[in-house]
């Protein structure tokens, strides 16, 4: 995967940011569009496993596994990087969840 030096570099400088900007931090790090979709969703289960983040769609926060929400992932993303388009997929209707950053006073901080 990642090096945790790399990973705590991500989740630092994407905090309180949108999902895209993971996803544009990996450009870099990933060798394929495949490789780069599986450090995402590795990256994205270890948030949700520490409890950094919390995951929402249309309002509502998921009470799913980390587990389904990463399966859900791999199900809904474009077959192609070009249909990311540069990070919008996350932004529309097709992605299965938005971002929250949990504050350490229990608030979240939402994407």
């Known amino acids: ?21 993971i996803w544009l931090y990996l450009e870099d790090d990933s060798c394929s569009y495949s490789d780069r979709q599986n450090k995402f969703l590795w990256i ?34 474009p077959e192609q990087d070009e249909n990311v388009n540069n990070g919008m997929w996350f932004f529309l209707d097709s992605c299965p969840t938005g971002i929250g950053w949990n504050m350490p006073d229990g608030s979240i901080d939402w994407a």
């Open 44 to 77: 994205l289960k270890r948030m949700l496993d520490a409890r950094i983040i919390s995951l929402a769609k249309n309002g509502s926060i998921l009470d799913k596994p980390a587990d389904a929400i990463i399966n859900d992932f791999k199900k809904s993303f």
């Open 1 to 21: 995967m990642i090096s945790e030096e790399r990973y705590k570099f991500i989740v630092t400088h994407a905090r309180g940011m949108a999902l895209d900007v």
